[in-house]
Structures are given as structure tokens and as C-alpha cells.
């Protein structure tokens, strides 16, 4: 009897996985694929192909805009503007342009290489691929304005390959510019620097009350999907009467956050109440808490006019972050919250699992030092892989 109740149970549990894996890789009605056991991690491959529906691993490459394990890290570095120290005669638009196989020839054997933001952001970890193999980790190095204080034992560089190479620094101040130097970077092929993966991606959310029962639910800020014509269904809306109109999200683990970009609902041009319901948004309170709901971020709107996107830099980029919490406060018109979505950009922490990595912290660490916690994007490690390790997460074997 107990065989039988198991075998069904499998068939049952075989035919959900069966199924989540055949919804995950259709297009949903954006056009966006997705993968994961819950199907919560949205595809980004070049040509919006869909993703392997297990792992995320695009079948060509990333999407530009985004690398990394399972092209999932967005990447500031094809935000920037990168400068070349012995002047901008050459042409460096290989670096950004997402393809690995096309690559600077600088033909100079030591240079700086100047990458500036017209914005703040926090700098985490980046990846930089090469034409020309490279064994020594002191031919790349990394430096910060004057004003950060770092010292050289916060960045470690790790070797993903022969021409791959990842750096990460502990750095909590916000910065505008880096710079990167060393006689490899004359054959860099491509340059990213990771903004964090989205992590609010379908998590579980609420809002204080809802407009319709089954329509702009708070579930529509997590969608995946910027989409902010209030029409296509994409966007969130409390109730009229709502005294504070609050939409809360709910992290099924802690994460990291760098950032947040909040899409506000934008109706088209000539709308009759484009202005009004954009104005809702006016004022906003955005409050994260960490797991004994202590206050980590308090940030009140002081923009003098409405925005469609706002991009707000965390206070601290390594706090563990629990929930967070998004308030309108504008009463010009109706006091109501609409967001079309709310993108939080950071990285899992693994707390429990400490020795543990990835977006679900599901993989195990394969360092070199037994017992060493490695990073959690990409599963590498400060000391290096376990002997006859090597790769992205130190899981490829060398013994075929
Ligand atoms: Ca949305």
C-alpha cells in the first residue's frame, strides 16, 4: 500500500515539474520566457530566445545588458562612458558591446582605462574576458577614486579560465568612476560590472487594499514586466479610501541590495489624466526592514517634479535586506498606489547555507580552503577551486 502511495506521489511530483518546465520556456503574454523550479527567474539570452528552463543557460549568449551565471547580472558597464588615459583616438566600443569574440588590439603596453558613470552606483564584482590567455592575476588591477578608502586586500581576483577573469572588492561608499590598468587589458575583449540580479522577481508581495479582486494585484510589481500603460494589466492600484496606500514585499530569504527602480504608471501623451496619475507617486516613502524588522533604509521622495523611473541608490550595499515596503503619500489628487514595477537589484547572502551559493543558494561551495564561503553569484572562491576544480563555481572536473 505504502509502495503504491509512493509511486503515485512520484507521478504526481514528476508531472508538476513536468509541467512548471513546459509553462516556463513559452513566452509569456510580454514576450519574456522564464526558468526555475517555480519558473521565477526571468530568461535574458541574446535574441529573447528562451533559456535552458533548468538552469537559465542561454543556447548563444547573453542578452546585452546582462552576463554572468545564467545572464542574470544586469551590468553597468555598458551604461558608462570609458576613456582610454592615452586619449579617445582608438576604438573601444568592442569592450560593451556583449560579444566576447570581438576584441581590442591597443597594440600599448600599459594604460588606463577610465569607466564613469553620470550617476552614483556601488561596486560589487566584474568580469572581464581577454583574446589572449593570461596566468597572472597582477596583469589586471583595479582602482577607485580617491575619495573611496580601499586598501588592496578588499579585491580579490579569481580566474574563471584562461581568459576570464573575475574581481570583487568589499567597498560600502558610493562611487562615479573606476579604473582599470595593467598590461592585459590591452586585448580585453569584453568588460562587465554587475549591478546585481533582480531579486524581487516574483516574490511574495501584498498591498493594504486592493481596487479590483482579481486585477492590479501587488503581484504586478514583480512580474518582470515595466510595461507601464495601466491598461496592459501590469501595474498594481489600492483601493480609493485607502488612508495609506502601502505595497509590501516579502523576501523568501534575505538578500543584499545595491539599488531599486521603480516604474511609475505612465499613461499615453495625450491621456486626460496622464499628469494626475503620475503625480500619485509624488512624495513616496520607501522603507526596507532586515529580519528583527529594524528600519535599513528610510527614503522619502524629494524630486521636485514626477518621474517615470526612479533609480534610488541603497544606503548600504551589504545590510541583509527582509522586506520592503513602498507608500504613497500624495493627496494632490486621489490618494492611491500605483506601481508598474519595482526592480531590487542585489544578490542572495546564503546565511544559513554559509558555505552555500546561487540565486537560491542551492549549490555548494568548491573552494580550495575546506569550510571557505565562497561568493555567492558566481560559487568561486578567495582561495581558489578545490584541487582538480575549475570554472564558473569550481564545478567543472579536470579529470574527463
Ligand atoms: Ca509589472
Known sequence: MT????????????????????????????????????????????????????????PNACDIGWFGPACQYADLANTAKLILSDG??????????????????????????????????????????????ESQSERFSIKFPDNVPTQNSECINVFIDKITMDIYCNIS??????????????????????????????????????????????????????Y????????THTAEGDPAPTWILYFKSVVTVTSYTIYNRVQPLLSYNREADLFRLKGFILRTFDQTNNIVQNYTDTETSVLEVYNILSTDPW?????????????????????????????????????????????????????????????NCPSGCKAGFYGQGCNKSMNF
Not at 228 to 235: L, N, P, V
Not at 339 to 351: A, M, P, R, T, Y
Open 3 to 58: 509502495l503504491v502511495f509512493s509511486w503515485i506521489l512520484f507521478i504526481l511530483v514528476q508531472s508538476v515539474t513536468y509541467n512548471a518546465a513546459q509553462l516556463c520556456d513559452t513566452k509569456d503574454r510580454f514576450n519574456n520566457t522564464w526558468f526555475g523550479s517555480d519558473c521565477q527567474y526571468k530568461c535574458h539570452c541574446k535574441n529573447n530566445v528562451a533559456c535552458n528552463v533548468t538552469n537559465g543557460d542561454c
Open 88 to 133: 579617445a583616438s582608438k576604438d573601444i566600443t568592442n569592450i560593451t558591446d556583449g560579444d566576447d569574440t570581438t576584441c581590442t588590439d591597443l597594440t600599448v603596453s600599459s594604460f588606463w582605462l577610465r569607466i564613469t558613470w553620470n550617476f552614483n552606483i556601488y561596486f560589487t564584482w566584474l568580469r572581464l574576458v581577454v583574446s589572449i590567455a
Open 173 to 226: 561608499k558610493p562611487l562615479n568612476e573606476i579604473f582599470l590598468n595593467g598590461s592585459a587589458v590591452s586585448t580585453i575583449c569584453s568588460l562587465y560590472i554587475s549591478k546585481g540580479r533582480n531579486v524581487a522577481l516574483k516574490q511574495p508581495t501584498n498591498q493594504t487594499s486592493n481596487f479590483y479582486d482579481s486585477y492590479y494585484l501587488s503581484s504586478a510589481a514583480v512580474d518582470g514586466n515595466g
Open 228 to 235: 507601464s500603460i495601466f491598461s496592459d494589466g501590469s501595474c
Open 319 to 379: 545590510a541583509q535586506v527582509s522586506k520592503v515596503q513602498m507608500t504613497a503619500t500624495d493627496t494632490t489628487n486621489l490618494l492611491i498606489l500605483t506601481l508598474c514595477e519595482v526592480e531590487i537589484f542585489g544578490d542572495s547572502v546564503c546565511q544559513i547555507d554559509k558555505f552555500k551559493y546561487g540565486h537560491d543558494c542551492e549549490n555548494v561551495c568548491n573552494c580550495a580552503v575546506p569550510g571557505e564561503k565562497c561568493f555567492v553569484s558566481t560559487g
